[in-house]
């Protein structure tokens, strides 16, 4: 099970940090994603780390602002979002691949229930 938090209503310009916290089972040794939903669009992948941290992913809409981690020690994967600006509002998902220890594009097979991120302009 995978437990997304942190989300919440911020000013553009603010900060916001999601974490999701794996219970039942580790997936320390699996890829890890960010994906986020806004009404009326496709879910997007925002950001995708390998089981190590050491390769990441993503999206360029985000690049530079911000910044996926993770510490397998506690389970939990971390979506640190800076310069936050009204179309980052959607609905974040975490999401495991437990097939593979790279990150992925596709292939997320476990999901969490999303945490919703709002961005006021």
């Known amino acids: 099970q995978l437990v997304e938090s942190g989300g919440g209503l911020v000013q553009a310009g603010g900060s916001l940090r999601l974490s999701c916290a794996a219970s039942g089972r580790a997936f320390n040794n699996n890829a890890m994603g960010w994906f986020r939903q806004a009404p009326g669009k496709e879910r997007e992948l925002v950001s995708a780390i390998s089981w190590s941290g050491r390769s990441t992913h993503y999206a360029n809409s985000v690049k530079g602002r911000f910044t996926i981690s993770r510490d397998n020690t506690k389970n939990t994967v971390y979506l640190q979002m800076n310069s936050l600006k009204p179309e980052d509002t959607a609905n974040y998902y975490c999401?495991?691949?437990?097939?593979?220890?790279?990150?992925?594009?596709?292939?997320?097979?476990?999901w969490g229930q999303g945490t919703q991120v709002t961005v006021s302009s």
């Open positions: 999401a495991a691949n437990s097939r593979s220890p790279t990150y992925t594009f596709d292939h997320y097979d476990y």
